[in-house]
């Protein structure tokens, strides 16, 4: 996700001009953002900019506005986006499970396009290490001795129809049982049966 981000932000950087209206004798904001490092002029670039159209988990789950857009998605149809999920790695500006937050980006890129709410349809497929962020918060709690901080974002995505599958591989490996998952989750044999028949209903695969 950061590799996109970055690819991204320096667009940012590189369409975007820094304000030369201050006083001669104060620095200028670009002087200013030449001695952070890459990633935080980015950020401090990108943030009086970003909107956030449903989801606000951060400045990683924000939308650049684009003015004279001259090719857009068609509203009229249903986007099927299926999310795998395998990973641990924790976003750094929210402490959210990183792809979690990225899944709120892609949903917020949506609708910054015009696709209505009612016609996006995501279903998120976890194996992996990723299981624990999608654990009840006393599992969540005995095991890393904190709240699971992932789950308001969640229940948001659940709340606009997101559908949950769980791995029951990995499930067994990672020793994460069904009571430890949160209860909206259904449980499949494999994430890779899932993975296969999402796409042959039509589902687009991120990740």
């Keep these: 996700m950061?590799?996109?981000?970055?690819?991204?932000f320096v667009g940012l950087i590189s369409t975007m001009g820094y304000s030369q209206d201050k006083?001669?004798?104060?620095?200028?904001?670009?002087?200013?953002?030449d001695h952070m490092d890459p990633m935080t002029a980015m950020i401090e670039k990108f943030k009086p900019v970003a909107v956030y159209p449903k989801f606000n988990v951060g400045?990683?789950?924000?939308?650049?506005?684009?003015?004279?857009?001259t090719e857009a998605p068609d509203p009229t149809l249903d986007?099927?986006?299926?999310?795998?999920?395998?990973?641990?790695?924790?976003?750094?500006?929210?402490?959210?499970?990183?792809?979690l937050?990225?899944?709120?980006?892609?949903?917020?890129?949506?609708?910054?396009?015009?696709?209505?709410?009612?016609?996006i349809f995501p279903v998120v497929v976890v194996?992996?290490?990723?299981?624990?962020?999608?654990?009840?918060?006393?599992?969540?709690?005995?095991?890393?001795?904190?709240?699971?901080p992932n789950l308001e974002l969640i229940d948001e995505l659940a709340d606009m129809?997101?559908?949950?599958?769980?791995?029951?591989?990995?499930?067994f490996f990672f020793d994460v049982d069904k009571e430890a998952l949160l209860p909206i989750f259904k449980v499949s044999?494999?994430?890779?049966?899932?993975?296969?028949?999402?796409?042959m209903k039509g589902y687009v695969k991120y990740w």
């Excluded at 950061?2 to 991204?8: D, E």
């Excluded at 992996?128 to 890393?144: H, Q, R």
């Design 127 to 148: 194996h992996g290490p990723a299981l624990n962020a999608f654990s009840t918060n006393a599992f969540y709690n005995e095991k890393f001795k904190k709240n699971n």
């Design 59 to 69: 400045v990683f789950s924000g939308v650049v506005p684009v003015e004279n857009v």
């Design 161 to 171: 129809g997101t559908k949950f599958i769980a791995c029951g591989q990995a499930m």
């Design 2 to 8: 950061k590799k996109n981000l970055i690819y991204l």
């Design 101 to 119: 937050v990225e899944i709120a980006r892609v949903i917020n890129l949506h609708l910054a396009s015009g696709i209505p709410e009612n016609k």
């Design 23 to 33: 006083d001669a004798t104060q620095p200028s904001d670009s002087a200013k953002v």
């Design 189 to 199: 044999l494999t994430a890779q049966t899932i993975l296969s028949s999402y796409q």
């Design 79 to 99: 986007y099927k986006l299926m999310f795998e999920l395998t990973k641990t790695e924790t976003d750094t500006i929210s402490g959210l499970n990183a792809d």
